[in-house]
């Protein structure tokens, strides 16, 4: 299943949440010939199910929709992606985007990431863990994508319309 | 990422208004904008900031990440907001209480039920508490009004509710699936499930509708729900003037004792400024407020202001609390799809004149579990494994949070720790309550009741408050805090109450406490809408003398 904006976009907008249209803070340079974007998506593709495949258009609606300030989110993207990189590079040898999908699961499984702790304001690792795999699991669990796998179509953090009651089951 | 807007904010003080209202919360919004609107110059001196609306979303995002405190979703705590629990129990009361414009309703649940006519005169039915120097039918008026400015969508008629005299502004909210689980099971054992009065636009407010986040217990990013922000920015709209970021330190008085000339305010740079007015009214919150006036002990008060009684700082409630979460294997509950937090409650056994004596709210949930996000950054699994992993986690549950009773004690109380200070070198306030046996067998009576209905719906007990304590930062055990009330309570008798019927201290001519600090008893209904009726009040009280 390629994810899509679907109707995303129209519901977070009317909630008052303005999507990014070009995603300023997804470009420039990474310190390893990858946009960000492409870091981003190589991630959201081992954290996310395997029948999911992540696409820009769903990181940028679902995880850049509901991040308030771009500027400070990409200079934590940009050191993020630096220090996975460089986890990348001792685990596996080659910039975490260039990777198999097992070897990058293999990069976050003998880490901190994931089992580390997760802070806005802690070590290399946590940071990441908060600023970009945590943001990316937000994006898709508080997504109607992400929620319908689970039988919730409106997950919790997604502005969904209210209301939703469907007959009592017998 | 979260900012505010007051950085270059006007701190200084405004010339010769006629009301200095201190708190920037439901209780001083509300009666601000009241006084306002009638022509009267008011200034609100506000301890904590204006937060931006944008930042709602990522506030939102904190309290749904498993590694932030809920206390951290509003920037509470530090050395400005330190105190000390004295009580035998947890009081994380950074937890339950914002600062700033819009006060604790930024991240109330919003559900406004009316006390009951018991509720103010329990010493006259039950022999329990103390009478209320005024009756439902005396506050009936601002309850409809209050109901009219904030926007609450309620039954007109349902079978357990206080008398109305007009309709709720908005229809209940639509019925979720929980509601619909709760009513068939009590159906069958004889229980009366109704809509809930929630303070949630679905449509007739100016402001936007409820979008369904289902977060509106911390942070509501649509607005949808209602804060107490909308009634600063009204009164502002009139005239008002605000200052943020502007702790008042102390009241201090003329040399007759008499009045209260200026409120002494501290500013983010270090100055010191004195707002004077004409009249003053504290609204800093039941457990700021009693502070404020003990902070203002002169030669002439040396036990603090209006406190000639000696119950400032007594007499102090809070709700007793009784969550009970069920499990209904193989069935489907629709966790928290529907978006508000609550929709419906019962109510049958908040005034039935049978043991427990106690008042009991139960409000019945329609989310009651972790959010799905939440359970996704929590583990450790990937991809498939952590797909796996959240369809046995989630769903499946139900749920229901009650309010109990709790009595008036004088013992229970609110002081100052002269042995801690805050930013400003300030003593703390130090609490110290017991809930006596009374809540006690409320809450039980509650659980109780809860466990009947899961067990009707073929469910059973995974969680009972108290009784097991899952490593999750929203089910905490057996802590409170919530419903803050007492404190600085009101009666006829200046020598064992703070202020009188219209919310004027007995000592003071000229200064009134607008709050939950000025409830005799503390019923089982969410106290906020009450708190907003008795602001009005006291408005219009401040009004009749402005104009004398």
Known sequence: MELTRRDAVTALTAAGITTTAGCAGLTGETGSDAEPMEVLVSLADVLYPSDIEPTPEFIETFMYGRITDEESYREELTAGIETLNQLAADEQGGAFHTLSADQRRSVIENTDLRTGPSEPDGSDVARVNYYLLDELLFAFYSSPTGGELIGNTNPRGFPGGFGYSPSLEQ | MTTNQSATADRTPVDSPDVCVVGAGPAGALLSHSLANRGHDVVILEAGPRFDKESRVDRMKRQIHPDRGVDEIWDMGGERDEYTNSSERPMPLNKRRVKGVGGTSLHWASVVPRFRERDFEMQNRHGVGKDWPISYADLQPYYAEAEQEIGVAGPDEAPHQPPREQGYPMDPLPTSYADKLFTKAADALGYDVQPMPMAINTGAYDRDECQGYGTCEHVCPSGGKYSADIHVEKAEAEGAKV?????????????????????????????????????????????????????????????????????????????????????????ETHSAEYGPVISSGIQQFYDDDEDPIGGINMMLLNQAESPLAQMAMESNALGDDLLAELKR????TIGASTSAEMLPREDNTITLDESKTDNHGNPVLDIDITPGQYVRDASAKAADVTTELVEEMGGRIAFEQGSHTPNADYIEPEQYGYHPMGGTRMGEDPSESVVDPTLKTHDLDNLYISGGGVFVTGGAANPTLTIMALSLKAADHIHEELQS
């Open chain 2, 243 to 331: 200052l943020t970021e502007v702790p008042v330190q102390r009241f201090e008085h003329g040399p007759d004792g008499e009045e209260i000339t200026a409120a002494v305010y501290a500013t983010p740079d270090g100055e010191t400024r004195r707002q004077e007015a004409d009249v003053f009214v504290a609204a800093a919150g039941a457990y700021e407020t009693p502070r404020l006036l003990l902070l203002s002990a002169s030669d002439q008060y040396p036990n603090g202001l209006a406190n000639s009684s000696g119950t400032v700082g007594k007499y102090v409630m809070d709700h007793g609390g009784a969550l009970v979460i069920g499990f209904l294997p193989d069935q």
């Open chain 2, 393 to 396: 986690q989630y769903g499946g």
